[in-house]
């Protein structure tokens, strides 16, 4: 069964220095990869996805994902974060032996202190 | 609608009490999600439904949790005899058929048994 692993529960960094969010997943195919974000009291919704090709993913808001294969990661980047990118970051596989079923990771919490 | 819709958005009841929540998915969205938030659990999986298929119910809790989803559309999550450690916020989503499709979330239903 796939499963995702979020390495940092909490991650705190001072504004405009880069971030690294961490995700490792679990599976034994092909998988297609997504990260999302929940901005305090707002609903989840998607910063990015990898579905084939190119293994670095860009996505909204300037962050980009790479998909690594052999070390099953999908670790999420932003090179210089601002204050509103503070939010909780979740990673999400999905894959044909679980039926295509999204299963989340438990997130992990930016904080960007100025 | 244009998005996904929950309700009700704040629920309380009494331990032992049954609840109902309800998801309203968008428009011609073939797969439909329910997932609990719980502090610091990040997304757990509670149960998918994917057109006309049966429903992946692996992530249900015990039997006190059931869901439906008539005609394709609405879907309803019932918890039986509530606890405690039920409080939580219970998201849905909907998606395109799969596998690749991005999940659009509601708002969520916060949950607070007492």
């Known amino acids: 069964a796939q499963s995702v692993t979020q390495l940092d529960s909490q991650v705190p960094v001072f504004e405009e220095a880069p971030v690294e969010l961490r995700c490792n997943y679990s599976s034994s195919v092909s998988v297609y990869l997504f990260w999302y974000v929940q901005y305090p009291n707002q609903g989840l919704q998607l910063l990015l996805k990898y579905l084939s090709g190119s293994t670095l993913v860009k996505g909204i808001n300037g962050f980009e994902a790479e998909f690594n294969k052999s070390q099953t990661s999908f670790h999420l980047r932003k090179p210089s974060v601002h204050i509103s990118d503070t939010a909780e970051y979740f990673c999400a596989v999905s894959d044909f032996a679980g039926g295509f079923k999204t299963i989340f990771g438990a997130g992990t919490r930016l904080f960007v202190k100025a | 609608g244009a998005g996904v819709s929950q309700s009700p958005s704040n629920k309380v009841t009494e331990k032992g009490k049954d609840v109902e929540l309800r998801c309203d998915p968008i428009?011609?969205?073939?797969?439909l999600y329910w997932y609990r938030q719980s502090l610091g659990q990040g997304l757990e999986f509670l149960i998918y439904f994917q057109g006309n298929s049966a429903p992946d119910k692996s992530g249900l809790p015990s039997d006190r949790f059931s869901a439906e989803r008539t005609g394709g559309s609405v879907s309803t999550l019932t918890i039986q005899r509530t606890q405690q450690e039920d409080s939580a916020v219970y998201l849905c989503a909907s998606s395109l058929k799969q596998p690749n499709t991005e999940a659009f979330f509601g708002q969520g239903t916060r949950l607070t048994v007492v």
């Open positions: 428009s011609g969205h073939t797969a």
